[in-house]
């Protein structure tokens, strides 16, 4: 039996980027175990935490996400060999340049979850929506993305009336 | 605002034209990349002769801000590639030349460095034909290492005279961080929401070599290209991201930047983290990796759960 579902005013939407070999089977073991776990993540799966570029997480935050994970395999586990330790110093690196632009670090999360954590998938996402949803939605790029740029402001009469006048 | 001696530049350019017209005529190298006057009083353009008659055009003074390592790049077609070319460096461009033979853009044996040593030039916004003082000075040679080049095939024998100076950016960077996300968040709109697409930041940095730029990608299309508020935001992230372990820290993108959007302060803030996480820093020597192209199994994952 399902548990009784709890209804929110809020509900985030997370996406997460993680590698095929380890979290998203780690996340599909949850699945064939019938762990319950927010409905708010929407995973996209990549071959390796190493193709997952930072423009990424940008294109995710200006589409309307409140909050991002990206989630691989354990040091030393990469199918690839290197490609989680490429994405650790890359993400180490990208996650203080977000920060310096005014992004608050909480609506992005990163994890190591094995094909066999799916204990681990649970938690890892439970703890970043009731993060998000705590802090509200994230409205920062959604609203750069909505915006229209202006040359100038209009702000004399007589732009206001051409304006009107379009 | 203190005067900075720069009478060494005199003797530097004397210095400048022997060497190229000796390389030039001797037949060591086909070009030498250079300064020359521009038509504006004390203005300097970069320039590339092939004569040794030429050499005698060839200055080196506080104007002469352009990184001429650019011409070097595959992005720029104008330079034959042919043969060994000579060209001036200063200690920043020199850092770029480092970081384009590490990334095997050019080699070595390629070229023939004339070496400038070097107690700063003048910041964008001022007239060429300013003295050159503490309040004049660019920003980036404020926190200059680099003043005389090593490992150059040719240097002048001066050593420039360079004062202590307010490290601009080291200052602004801590005052940002010192902010609150929203408030830097506002500071960062600000700066970007002017930038009008121009891509003269792109163009003229030695590291924008790509023959095609994510940026002007369209299928997918990841930033976008219009100068509207969410790809202008995008841009800059992306170009910090790009530049992040790569950059000289020469701040033509600032200098050629219409708008004065602050483009180094996030290229010194992306320095700063590497040499704090990395102990990365551009230098002259050339590394075979950069700090984002390799790893050690002891890098730092705190914030990885
Ligand atoms: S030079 Fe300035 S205005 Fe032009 S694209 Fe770069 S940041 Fe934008
Ligand atoms: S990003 Fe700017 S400061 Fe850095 S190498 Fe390119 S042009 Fe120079």
Not at chain 2, 281 to 285: N, P, V
């Given at each position: 039996?399902?548990?009784?579902?709890?209804?929110?005013a809020?509900?985030?939407?997370?996406?997460?980027?993680?590698?095929?070999?380890?979290?998203?089977?780690?996340?599909?073991?949850?699945?064939?175990?019938?762990?319950q776990?927010?409905?708010?993540?929407?995973?996209?799966?990549?071959?390796?935490?190493?193709?997952?570029?930072?423009?990424?997480?940008?294109?995710a935050?200006?589409?309307?996400?409140?909050?991002?994970?990206v989630?691989?395999?354990?040091?030393?586990?990469?199918?690839?060999i290197?490609?989680?330790?490429?994405?650790r110093?890359?993400?180490?690196?990208?996650?203080?340049?977000?920060?310096?632009?005014?992004v608050?670090?909480?609506?992005?999360?990163?994890?190591?979850?094995?094909?066999?954590?799916g204990?681990?998938?649970?938690?890892?996402?439970?703890?970043?929506?009731?993060?998000?949803?705590?802090?509200?939605?994230?409205?920062?790029f959604?609203?750069?993305?909505?915006?229209?740029?202006?040359?100038?402001?209009?702000?004399?009469?007589?732009?206001?009336?051409?304006?009107?006048?379009? | 605002?203190?005067?900075?001696?720069?009478?060494?530049?005199?003797?530097?350019?004397?210095?400048?034209?022997?060497?190229?017209?000796?390389?030039?005529?001797e037949?060591?190298?086909?070009?030498?990349v250079?300064?020359?006057?521009?038509?504006?009083?004390?203005?300097?353009?970069?320039?590339?002769?092939?004569?040794?008659?030429d050499?005698?055009?060839l200055?080196?003074?506080?104007?002469?801000?352009?990184?001429?390592?650019?011409?070097?790049?595959?992005?720029?077609?104008?330079?034959p590639?042919?043969g060994?070319?000579?060209?001036?460096?200063k200690?920043?461009?020199?850092?770029a030349?480092s970081?384009?033979?590490?990334?095997?853009?050019?080699?070595?044996?390629?070229?023939?460095?004339i070496?400038?040593?070097c107690?700063g030039v003048l910041?964008?916004?001022?007239?060429?034909?300013?003295?050159?003082?503490?309040?004049?000075?660019?920003?980036?040679?404020?926190e200059?290492?680099?003043?005389l080049?090593?490992?150059?095939?040719?240097?002048?024998?001066?050593?420039?005279?360079?004062?202590?100076?307010?490290?601009?950016?080291?200052?602004?960077?801590?005052?940002?961080?010192?902010l609150?996300?929203?408030?830097?968040?506002?500071?960062w709109?600000?700066?970007?929401?002017?930038?009008?697409?121009?891509?003269?930041?792109?163009?003229?940095?030695?590291?924008?070599?790509?023959?095609?730029?994510?940026?002007?990608?369209?299928?997918?299309?990841?930033?976008?290209?219009t100068?509207?508020?969410?790809?202008?935001?995008?841009?800059?992230?992306?170009?910090?991201?790009?530049?992040?372990?790569?950059?000289?820290?020469?701040?033509e993108?600032?200098?050629v930047?219409p708008?004065?959007?602050?483009?180094?302060?996030?290229?010194?803030?992306?320095?700063?983290?590497?040499?704090?996480?990395?102990?990365h820093?551009?230098?002259?020597?050339v590394?075979?990796?950069?700090?984002?192209?390799?790893?050690?199994?002891k890098?730092?994952?705190?914030?990885?759960?």
């Open positions: 039996m399902h548990p009784e579902k709890q209804t929110h809020f509900e985030p939407k997370i996406i997460a980027f993680v590698c095929t070999w380890c979290t998203y089977a780690g996340a599909d073991l949850a699945g064939t175990s019938r762990m776990y927010p409905s708010n993540v929407r995973v996209l799966k990549f071959p390796c935490t190493g193709r997952i570029d930072p423009v990424f997480i940008l294109k935050f200006q589409q309307g996400a409140d909050g991002v994970l989630s691989g395999c354990h040091p030393g586990d990469c199918h690839y290197a490609g989680n330790f490429h994405a110093r890359r993400f180490a690196v990208f996650r203080k340049l977000l920060e310096f632009i005014g608050d670090l909480n609506r992005l999360q990163f994890s190591w979850v094995s094909a066999a954590e204990g681990k998938w649970v938690e890892v996402v439970t703890d970043l929506t009731e993060r998000v949803r705590a802090m509200g939605p994230m409205t920062e959604k609203e750069l993305a909505m915006e229209e740029q202006w040359s100038g402001a209009i702000n004399t009469p007589e732009l206001q009336e051409a304006y009107n006048s379009i | 605002m203190t005067p900075i001696d720069t009478s060494i530049y005199a003797a530097i350019t004397d210095a400048i034209q022997t060497e190229a017209g000796r390389i030039l005529s037949g060591q190298v086909t070009a030498v250079g300064y020359a006057a521009a038509r504006r009083k004390g203005s300097a353009q970069p320039i590339v002769i092939s004569n040794p008659d050499a005698q055009k200055i080196f003074t506080a104007a002469c801000v352009n990184n001429l390592a650019v011409y070097l790049t595959k992005a720029k077609k104008e330079i590639k042919t060994k070319i000579g060209i001036v460096v200690g920043c461009d020199l850092k030349l970081g384009l033979m590490g990334e095997s853009q050019l080699k070595r044996e390629d070229l023939y460095l070496g400038v040593p107690a910041g964008s916004t001022v007239q060429p034909a300013t003295e050159l003082t503490t309040g004049t000075i660019a920003a980036k040679c404020t200059c290492d680099a003043h080049p090593t490992g150059c095939d040719f240097v002048p024998n001066q050593t420039p005279i360079t004062p202590e100076l307010e490290q601009k950016y080291a200052v602004e960077i801590a005052r940002l961080e010192a609150t996300p929203a408030e830097r968040w506002a500071y709109q600000e700066q970007f929401s002017k930038c009008i697409k121009c891509y003269a930041c792109r163009q003229v940095c030695p590291f924008c070599f790509c023959e095609q730029c994510l940026c002007d990608r369209n299928k997918p299309q990841m930033v976008e290209t100068p509207r508020p969410a790809g202008n935001t995008a841009w800059h992230i992306v170009r910090a991201m790009h530049l992040a372990g790569r950059c000289a820290g020469c701040a993108c600032e200098r930047c708008m004065d959007i602050p483009l180094n302060l996030l290229n010194r803030k992306m320095a700063k983290e590497l040499k704090e996480l990395y102990d820093e551009a230098s002259f020597e590394l075979d990796k950069g700090p984002l192209t390799m790893f050690t199994d890098d730092d994952q705190s914030f990885i759960k």
